[in-house]
Each structure stands twice: as structure tokens, then as C-alpha cells.
């Protein structure tokens, strides 16, 4: 079991900056891919970026050179971090953390909010 728990969204304006952390524990060595995923209301759910186990990463076009996805681990735990740059209203949207285990189990976080606001 992979337990993922998101933190560090919130209201910014436009143009501001947010980093959002996800912790890991549990069953940390059975992970491969991370990543963060978003769902604004009335849309469907989209991926934001990935970061695998060798630490390659992929971005969605509407994030790229804005955002930057990280990934450490220290301990018993793994810290996934999603670094966010000039932030627009249409990236305002629950985040939400991703792990896929070697055995493709898919786990998720309980979702942070990210409002982006003048």
C-alpha cells in the first residue's frame, strides 16, 4: 500500500508562483512513475506532468516552461513537489498527486486546491 498526501495549494493571483509537496509512505520501493493530474470544474481530469522512477519527466504543452515536477526520496518516504511559475486563471483546478507501482496499482492523494485569482 502507497499512502500520497498533498499539501501547499491555495488562492494566488495571476502571475504568482505555488509549489505543492505530495509525501509518500508506505510501500515506497514498489513505486515507478509519479505525477501530478488536475481537474478543473466541469472538465475532465488532465495530466499535468510525470516524473519516472529514472527521474525522466513529460509535461503537458499548457504547463510547459512554467512548471517543473521533482521527486526525492529521503527515509521511508518519497517527496514529490510540483513547482508552479506564472500561474494563469486556467490553471486553477484540484491537484491531485499520482503514484503508479512496478504492479501498475494506481494510487491518488485527496486533491489540493489551486485557485488562480485576481
Known amino acids: 500500500q502507497v499512502q500520497l498526501v498533498e499539501s501547499g495549494g491555495g488562492l494566488v493571483q495571476p502571475g504568482e508562483s505555488l509549489r505543492l509537496s505530495c509525501a509518500a509512505s508506505?510501500?515506497?520501493?514498489?513505486?515507478?512513475?509519479m505525477g501530478w493530474y488536475r481537474q478543473a470544474p466541469g472538465k475532465q481530469q488532465e495530466l499535468v506532468a510525470v516524473?519516472?522512477?529514472?527521474?525522466?519527466?513529460?509535461?503537458a504543452d499548457s504547463v510547459k516552461g512554467r512548471f517543473t515536477i521533482s521527486r526525492d526520496k529521503a527515509d521511508n518516504t518519497v517527496l514529490l513537489q510540483l513547482k508552479m511559475n506564472s500561474l494563469k486563471p486556467d490553471d486553477t483546478a484540484v491537484y491531485y498527486c499520482?503514484?503508479?507501482?512496478?504492479?501498475?496499482?494506481?494510487?491518488w492523494g485527496q486533491g489540493t486546491q489551486v485557485t488562480v485569482s485576481s
Open positions: 516524473i519516472t522512477s529514472g527521474g525522466s519527466t513529460n509535461y
Open positions: 508506505g510501500s515506497i520501493v514498489s513505486i515507478n512513475t
Open positions: 499520482n503514484a503508479v507501482t512496478y504492479m501498475r496499482r494506481n494510487c
